[in-house]
């Protein structure tokens, strides 16, 4: 089952997000808190609205409960983020694949706590990626994935959890073949598809991928 969470980061471009949400064709969607602020800009009705509500415009609150959506209330003095409470959410309900919309932006702290949900949801057996307009990101523990894209695309490969072993790139325009990767060295940012997929493994480790999608400028 595929799920979307939208969180409260910042989201610049409704329409291009709107369109992102309908193409992905979800199962289920869940606003944390702030997020369902969003979902109301672009006329999606969510599922379920989870957190305090502390960040959610009574507007927003009143219009989604007319519509029947479930709300999930949380005290702010909790052991979990909105987030996560999202992530176990989706968990009973089967999905084993998530993706986050709204996950960067707004405060550093936030940010990083995000990025990080991908290690987390790995562990608990579920695939997630964040999506912007202009990003995806990944997240892969001691495996390989293809990444599609399109020639042009900026991409980065950075350790993640500590050193990575046996880093390899390949179709891209600086290769690696099992490559050890520093968790303090950022040799992966600003690598480029040489194609419209590449392949990116490590045989030991975790790793942080980010495709940024290409704007227009020449490869060279």
């Known amino acids: 089952m595929k799920a979307c969470i939208v969180l409260n980061g910042e989201i ?16 289920c969607l869940i606003c944390a808190d702030g997020g369902a602020n969003y979902t109301y800009e672009m006329g999606i009705v969510p599922d379920y609205i989870l957190g305090d509500l502390d ?12 519509k029947g959506v479930s709300f999930k209330k949380f005290p702010s003095h909790k052991d979990e983020t909105d987030s996560e409470l999202c ?3 989706a968990k009973e309900l089967d999905a084993d694949n998530i993706d986050f919309i709204g996950a960067l932006g707004g405060r550093i702290d936030h940010t990083i706590g995000c990025i990080k949900l991908l290690a987390y949801t790995q562990e608990i057996g579920v695939y997630s990626r964040i999506l912007t307009e202009k990003v995806e990101m990944y997240y892969l ?10 020639a042009g695309d900026t991409i980065s490969v950075l350790a993640g959890k500590g050193d990575a072993e046996g880093v390899t790139l390949e179709s891209l325009k ?11 060295k950022p ?9 419209d997929e590449c392949r990116i493994s ?8 980010v495709r940024n999608k290409f704007q227009g400028k020449e490869l060279g």
């Open 12 to 27: 610049a471009d409704i329409e291009a997000i709107k369109d992102i949400i309908e193409a992905e064709n979800y199962d």
């Open 55 to 66: 960040s959610t415009s009574t507007d927003v609150v009143d219009f989604y409960r007319e």
């Open 87 to 89: 992530i176990i959410l």
């Open 141 to 150: 523990d001691s495996t390989d994935m293809i990444l599609k894209g399109k």
């Open 174 to 184: 600086y290769p690696l073949d099992d490559y050890y990767m520093s968790y303090s």
């Open 187 to 195: 040799i992966g940012i600003s690598n480029v598809m040489l194609s």
């Open 202 to 209: 490590v045989k030991n480790g975790s790793l942080y991928v």
